[in-house]
C-alpha cells in the first residue's frame, strides 16, 4: 500500500460499510428483524461460558507475561466473541487453521488450555496437538494458511469425503499478501469444501484498515474469485455462529453445484496491543475505533440471556467460578512443564553446529550447578 506521505489524514480514509448482518443491538437486545440461530438454552449458556473464559484467560495471559512467565502473548480481547462463534459451528471432523491470535478458536475446538500456555513458555509440547482434535498450529507467517487449507481441502475434496470443511482464520492485513489471492482463487475454481473468516480487527500492526486496502470492503475481494461473502458484526456472537454455521453446511453440500466456498468478513476492534511487545498509544489514540470500541460481544450476549432468562445471577457466578478455576488450573500445569534445553535444536539441523553446541554446554553447566528452574537472576 503506498500513499504519498503528504496526503492528510482525512482524504486516506476509505469509509467503510456498515451492512452487517446482526442478531443483536449494541446492548444485546434481539433485533426485530433478526434470525436468531436454533440453540438450545443449554448450548448458548455454553457459547457464554466459553467467551467469559476466553475473556478471563486472555486477561491472565497478558498478566503473566508482564510478570516474565510466559513469552510474547498477542491478546484477543474483543475478538473473543467471534472466535468461539466460528469454533462453535465446527464439528469434530471439520478443520480449523488459526492465525497466533485465534487461542480461544482453538481452545473451543479440541486444544487444552495448558497446551496453549506452554507453546508461550517456549515448549515444543505444546504444538503436539492430539490426534483426534482437528486443529493446525498456529500460523505465523501472515496468510501462508490460505494456500495450505486449500490443499487439504482439494485431499478431501479429492476424497470425495462430504462431512469435512477446512476453516481458515486470517486477518484484514493478509489480505494484502499474494498466499490470500491464490488461497481464494484455488477454493473458487476446485470448489473446495473451505470456509475464510477474515478477522478484520481494523488493525495490522500499526496499519490501519483504510491504509491497507481501497477496498471499500474486504468482503468484496471474494467477488474477484467467484466466491460468495458476506460482512457479520464480529461482535454478535449469535450472528457469527449463524453465518458460520450456513457457510460451512454450504461447503458440504451434498448437490455439486450448490458446493461453494464463503468468505466471512468478521467486523471487530482489537482492544489491546497487537502483542505484548507492542504500544498501539504510539499509532492511536482512545477515540479510534468509534462505536466498533464500544461493542463488547461478552456484555451483549449477557444481556441477550439476562434478559430472555436463560442466564440469572447464581448460574452466571457458578460460570465464572468455574472459569477461574480452570484458567489457574492451566497455569499451574504449564508452569510445572520441563524441558530439555536439546529441545532447542532437535528437528533443526542434523548436526547441531559448534557455537550452538557450545552454548548447550553451557546452559547444561548452569543447570547442573543451579538446579532446573533456578536460572532467573543467572543469565542477565
Ligand atoms: C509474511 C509476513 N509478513 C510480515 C509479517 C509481520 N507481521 C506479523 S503480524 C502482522 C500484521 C498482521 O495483521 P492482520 O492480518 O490484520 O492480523 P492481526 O494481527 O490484526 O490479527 C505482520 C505484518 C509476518 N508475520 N509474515
Ligand atoms: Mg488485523
Known amino acids: 500500500m503506498s500513499t504519498p506521505d503528504d496526503t492528510p489524514e482525512t482524504e486516506m480514509r476509505t469509509p467503510q460499510s456498515d451492512d452487517l448482518v446482526r ?14 440461530p436454533d440453540l438450545s438454552d443449554e448450548t448458548l449458556r455454553e457459547l457464554y461460558a466459553d467467551i467469559k473464559l476466553a475473556r478471563h484467560f486472555d486477561r491472565r495471559a497478558v498478566s503473566i507475561q508482564r510478570q516474565g512467565r510466559i513469552a510474547t502473548y498477542a491478546p484477543m480481547a474483543g475478538q473473543e466473541g467471534s472466535q468461539v462463534a466460528t469454533s462453535h459451528a465446527l464439528t469434530d471432523d471439520d478443520w480449523l487453521f488459526p492465525t497466533y491470535r485465534d487461542h480461544a478458536a482453538k ?72 498466499d490470500f489471492h491464490e488461497g481464494l482463487n484455488f477454493a473458487g475454481v476446485f470448489d473446495v469444501p ?58 458440504k453440500a451434498p448437490v455439486k453445484d450448490e458446493r461453494r466456498p464463503t468468505l466471512i468478513e468478521s467486523v471487530q476492534y482489537r482492544h489491546g496491543a497487537h502483542t505484548t511487545s507492542d504500544d498501539p498509544s504510539m499509532y492511536r489514540d482512545e477515540t479510534d475505533g468509534g462505536k466498533l470500541r464500544e461493542r463488547d460481544p461478552l ?23 468455574r472459569v477461574e478455576t480452570e484458567v489457574d488450573a492451566a497455569i499451574e500445569v504449564a508452569e510445572a512443564a520441563e524441558t530439555s534445553p536439546e529441545e532447542m535444536v532437535d528437528h533443526v539441523y542434523e548436526t547441531v553446529p559448534d557455537r550452538l553446541g557450545d552454548q548447550l554446554d553451557e546452559l547444561n553447566a548452569l543447570r547442573e550447578k543451579y538446579g532446573d528452574g533456578a536460572f532467573e537472576g543467572v543469565l542477565e
Request: charged share 25%; glycine share 8%; proline share 4%.
Open 194 to 251: 473451505a470456509v475464510f473468516v477474515c478477522n478484520n480487527n481494523q488493525w495490522a500492526i500499526s496499519v490501519p484498515r483504510e491504509r491497507q486496502t481501497a477496498s471499500e470492503t474486504l468482503a468484496q475481494k471474494a467477488h474477484a474469485y467467484g466466491i460468495e461473502s458476506v460482512r457479520v458484526d464480529g461482535t454478535d456472537p449469535l450472528a457469527v455462529y449463524a453465518v458460520t454455521r450456513a457457510a460451512l453446511k454450504k461447503a
Open 299 to 321: 456484555a451483549r450476549l449477557e444481556n441477550y440471556l439476562f434478559e430472555t432468562g436463560i442466564l440469572d445471577e447464581e448460574r452466571e457466578a457458578a460460570i465464572r467460578e
Open 23 to 36: 442478531v443483536l443491538d449494541d446492548d444485546g437486545t434481539l433485533l426485530s428483524n433478526a434470525d436468531p
Open 107 to 178: 481452545y473451543v475446538h479440541g486444544v487444552d488450555l495448558a497446551a496453549l500456555l506452554k507453546t508461550f513458555r517456549g515448549y515444543r509440547e505444546g504444538y503436539r496437538i492430539p490426534e483426534d482434535v482437528r486443529v493446525m498450529p498456529e500460523y505465523i507467517p501472515i496468510a501462508t494458511q490460505l494456500p495450505q487449507a486449500m490443499g487439504m481441502a482439494w485431499g478431501y475434496r479429492l476424497q470425495g469425503a462430504e462431512d469435512t470443511a477446512v476453516l481458515c482464520h486470517l486477518g484484514d492485513g493478509a489480505t494484502s499478501e499474494g
